[in-house]
């Protein structure tokens, strides 16, 4: 992810707004990059300015003064609704069009470009699709008709719908619950795999910013960048008191949302397959430091963790010794995931399976802390280093 | 006027049957599917029977000299038709001058002068239109268009009101969102503010239409005859009959408006709202 920066898509040069009648500056000289092909998410305290700084990029809010550029290409003067037909467009309250179908909300832009009927009916049916609704329910229904997480859905299909190959986007997925959040930001990244748009992803969620952002800019007011960086490095430097305020306590935990268990070396427990006997088992326990030992069953499935005393005490058979293993998750499990699953069977690991459920290694507390101090320091390096995403000049 | 609530119930056709919501799924199971027919013939029957009931009368009822030529069923049905006349073409002119002026009142540019619009609008209707007449009769002397003129004064404010409440309850994100697709200003106030203020501005031409039947009334001090002549004659002459007559005619007239302007608001109201 802290690879280097792409060409830019998006350019914002010394870009001012000040609304009329304010003293100060919504917006102060903001100058930032996008990448192509990322998600750049603006994040900061209510007020900051973000929404001003959005709006700016496809002049539903006229600058000031300063630059903006797509694809290196000056727009800040060029006319505003062929510049937003280039750029998807999603806020927060949606704004579908009550009176109109969900096709024709979804071809609006379409047919604004003057696509043929057919090419356009395809494209709704595509989009429907692509965002996980049934052309042939939902096509013909009014936005009334719909769940607050569907309207939302086909807001974003609406945006997509020319293929713009830029989005913005508004605190998009603020209206809707979080359950029905997690899931609409897990869908979103999904279709980002494959779109691979350039995205301005505003959100006051320091949460959501980590986990939706390929880089993220934190915003403290008049929208001076406080830093801008990955999701990563932000969670391990800080550029200072502010950001670290901003991303708040439990910035460890939120980096351990990043990792994958399958990216660390698993941890040294004691297995014996259950057909060994227990006096296998008790070799293999003694050849370790450890005070348990996991059985695996013919498959190497993992059965129950062992203590000495079940060994000793079993006799002949292994058949009911020990614990059941309650904790198991598969190597794409973030290590937040595998250390809540740790907490909450109330044990000291857990295990990790492949997709058939065959062992492959177990993950414990000492796994996750040596974890959390390598990407303290990778991160802490790659800063002291300096990438292309220098952090922001601090005092601005 | 009880015109609002009469057309209220018996002007809108069932909405579709929400599954979610009982309510709903109880009047429509009441209704049995015969309540559209029953409902919107209602007021047609009961203003029908009306005009048979006057016919009757003043076919039948034993009438002096005077009442006779008051009464002349051909008499009635021209006034009547000048009536219908008089408010056909101020409710046209009104609504030609009183909606776009709405429509310039809330284009961005123009948000300030909203309040003094809508003030000149009331002051309009403050002045009791029939000082109004006497004005403009003196200005312009007597016949057609003075009245025109007092009743056009007087519906433009409703219309007027509707139309900018009308475009302004629509909500500021549908039209963002509209702008940020890259819809023109025209485009969007075509397809889709104005679509979505059209009940709130068809509600106000009615209220107005309504308002100029019993308004038209006056345009008889002008010479310019409807229904006035009818009712105001009855006075002067003292004649009871040609009082009631004039004003049950003109109170069919304003209820059958006020329904076929439900009809229009209903058919016109576009879906999905
Ligand atoms: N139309 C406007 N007229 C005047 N001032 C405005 C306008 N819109 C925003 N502001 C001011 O500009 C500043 C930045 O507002 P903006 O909406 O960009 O903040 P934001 O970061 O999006 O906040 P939030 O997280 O609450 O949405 C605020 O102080 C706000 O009061
Ligand atoms: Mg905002």
Known sequence: MSAPAGPSMISLEQLTKSYPGQVEAAVQSLDLEVPEGEIVVLVGPSGCGKTTTMKMINRIIEP???????????????????????????????????????????????????????RTRARVDELLDLVGM????????????????????????????????????????????????????????????????????????????????????????????????????????????????????GASLKRLGLARVRDYPYADWPVAAISDGPQAALAALDRSDETSLLLLDDQRRPLRWVQRQDLQAAGASLDRAGMAVRAMVEPTATLAGALDAMVSSRTGGVVVVDGRGGFLGTVDMGVIMKAAEDMRAAAQDSARSGGPLMRAASGT | MTAGTLTADSGRPVDPVDPDDPLSRQTAKAGGGARPWFQLL???????????????????????????????????????????????????????????????????????????????????????????????????????????VALVLYAFLPILRNTIVGLQQVDPFVVESARGMGMSSGAVLRRIELPLAVPVILAGVRTAAVINVGTATIATLTNAGGLGDVIYQGITLNRTSAIVVGSVLAGVLALLIDYLGGLLEQALRPQGL
């Open chain 1, 64 to 118: 000031t003064s300063g630059v903006i550029r797509l694809q290196g290409e000056d727009v800040t003067h060029s006319p505003a609704d062929q510049l937003r037909r280039r750029m998807g467009y999603v806020i927060q309250q949606i704004g579908l069009f009550p009176h109109l179908t969900i096709e024709d909300n979804v071809a609006v832009v379409p047919r604004l470009l003057k696509w043929s009927g057919d």
């Open chain 1, 134 to 249: 049934d052309p042939s329910v939902y096509r013909s229904r009014y936005p009334k008709e719909l769940s607050g997480g569907q309207r939302q859905r086909i807001g974003v299909a609406r945006a997509l719908a020319a293929d713009p190959p830029v989005m913005l986007m508004d605190e998009p997925f603020g209206a809707v619950d979080p359950i029905a959040r997690e899931k609409l930001q897990n869908e979103f990244l999904r279709l980002q795999e494959e779109l691979r748009k350039t995205i301005v992803f505003v959100t006051h969620d320091i949460d959501e910013a980590i986990k939706m952002g390929d880089r993220i800019a934190v915003l403290r007011e008049h929208s001076v960048v406080a830093q801008y960086d990955t999701p990563e490095r932000i969670l391990s430097d800080p550029a200072d008191a502010f950001v670290a305020e901003f991303i708040g306590a």
């Open chain 2, 42 to 148: 209602g007021l047609p029957v009961v203003l029908a029977l009306s005009l048979v009931a006057c016919l009757v009368y003043v076919q039948t009822a034993p009438l002096d000299s005077i009442e006779a030529r008051l009464l002349d069923p051909g008499g009635l049905l021209s006034a009547t038709l000048r009536h219908l006349q008089l408010v056909g073409v101020s409710t046209v002119v009104v609504v030609a001058l009183a909606v776009p002026l709405g429509i310039l009142a809330t284009r961005p540019a123009a948000r300030r002068i909203v309040p003094f619009v809508v003030g000149l609008g009331n002051v309009a209707q403050g002045v009791p239109s029939l000082g109004v007449l006497v004005l403009f009769a003196v200005l312009y002397g007597i016949g057609f268009w003075p009245v025109i």
